[in-house]
């Protein structure tokens, strides 16, 4: 069974400056996506960022990039010139690719806080 | 409305009460979900539908009963719950169960007393 691991469950960091956010999963598949979800204290949760195992360069969305280690399975999250409004939960989450596969499978989450 | 929609917000029941919480996508999807979010654990998925036709059923107990009427609208409908039950209930759609991105609504924030 797959699962993903956050070890951070709160983090903080001071506005403007970088955070990195940690994931890492366990499976068997060689083919998988790799989400960040980030659900804000409104609730709704949003698709972040997303990174295709079989592409070794790492996906990046203006101040959001991620560290993929397919090796080690280690997915972390960085965010840069960090803003008030990123403060929320993240989730780490994980779909096989293929027929059948329609599980995503998530962490427990990291609760960001900006500081002012 | 645009995304996906749920109603209540936040709903209080008692556990011989029985209560629908609905969901509605205005995106086209053909895929939608139902997950349990509690405190200090993983989404769990609960149920999967696509094209109207139930693809998944986690062990969910059946005092959740799931209804899809057509592609835009979810219900969970809710009977005799446990305390244990009191979560947030999210709802999420993709334009196909193969899809990569999941579109969620904002959640239901139920309590069981």
């Known amino acids: 069974a797959q699962t993903v691991t956050q070890s951070q469950p709160e983090m903080s960091v001071q506005e403007a400056e970088t955070v990195t956010l940690s994931c890492t999963y366990d499976?068997?598949?060689?083919?998988?996506?790799l989400f960040w979800y980030k659900q804000p204290p409104s609730r709704q949760m949003i698709l972040v960022i997303r990174?295709?195992?079989?592409?070794?360069q790492n996906a990046t969305e203006n101040r959001f990039s991620v560290n993929f280690q397919k090796a080690a399975k280690s997915f972390s999250l960085k965010i840069s010139d960090s803003q008030l409004g990123d403060a929320a939960m993240y989730f780490c989450?994980?779909?096989?690719?293929?027929?059948?596969?329609?599980?995503?499978?998530f962490g427990k989450g990291t609760k960001l806080s900006v500081i002012p | 409305e645009t995304g996906v929609t749920q109603t209540p917000r936040h709903l209080v029941m008692g556990m011989t009460n029985k209560k629908s919480l609905k969901c509605e996508q205005h995106?086209?999807?053909?895929?939608m979900y139902w997950y349990k979010q509690s405190a200090k654990k993983p989404l769990e998925l609960m149920f999967v539908?696509?094209?109207?036709?139930?693809?998944e059923n986690n062990s969910v107990p059946s005092r959740f009963s799931p209804e899809c009427p057509n592609s835009s609208h979810l219900f969970l409908h809710l009977h005799t719950l446990q305390p244990e039950d009191s979560a947030l209930y999210l709802c999420?759609?993709?334009?196909?169960?193969?899809?990569?991105?999941?579109?969620f609504g904002p959640g239901t924030r139920l309590t069981v007393l």
């Open positions: 499976t068997s598949e060689s083919d998988y996506y």
């Open positions: 989450a994980y779909r096989v690719t293929g027929a059948g596969s329609y599980q995503l499978t």
């Open positions: 999420a759609s993709s334009q196909s169960v193969l899809a990569n991105e999941q579109f």
């Open positions: 990174q295709e195992a079989y592409k070794q």
């Open positions: 995106l086209g999807h053909n895929a």
């Open positions: 539908y696509n094209f109207k036709e139930q693809t």
